[in-house]
Nanobody, 125 residues
Framework: QVQLVESGGGLVQAGGSLRLSCAAS????????MGWFRQAPGKEREFVAA????????YYADSVKGRFTISRNNARNTVYLQMNSLKPEDTAVYYC??????????????????WGQGTQVTVSS
């Protein structure tokens, strides 16, 4: 497994932006497809975005499509989530996750075998 540490969360007003980062260590980062999930209080963890190990393929949940962008820098062992036009309903703990690269663009929880500790994102109205 790979170790993952998220950063970049915080409090922002509706319409604002945040960029989350997830630093990986312990394994060869390019061996992994990467994803972001989120979990709001009282709700199940839900898929947000994913990116293939090359960065050439991405996939987004409908709720964030057009507002969020996932990217990666394999030289820096880091994956990012740029979040624009934030809404109060985007408030959640955001988790970074890694999946074996044979899963080209993972989306299900079960596709991922390594998780970060999460970073809180709060969007005020």
């Amino acid at each position: 497994q790979v170790q993952l540490v998220e950063s970049g969360g915080g409090l922002v007003q509706a319409g604002g932006s945040l960029r989350l980062s997830c630093a990986a260590s312990g394994r060869i980062f390019s061996n992994y497809a990467m994803g972001w999930f989120r979990q709001a209080p009282g709700k199940e963890r839900e898929f947000v975005a994913a990116i293939s190990w090359t960065g050439g393929s991405t996939y987004y949940a409908d709720s964030v499509k057009g507002r969020f962008t996932i990217s990666r820098n394999n030289a820096r062992n880091t994956v990012y989530l740029q979040m624009n036009s934030l809404k109060p309903e985007d408030t959640a703990v955001y988790y970074c996750a890694a999946a074996p690269r044979r899963v080209v663009v993972p989306r299900a929880l079960s596709d991922f075998d390594s998780w970060g500790q999460g970073t809180q994102v709060t969007v005020s109205s």
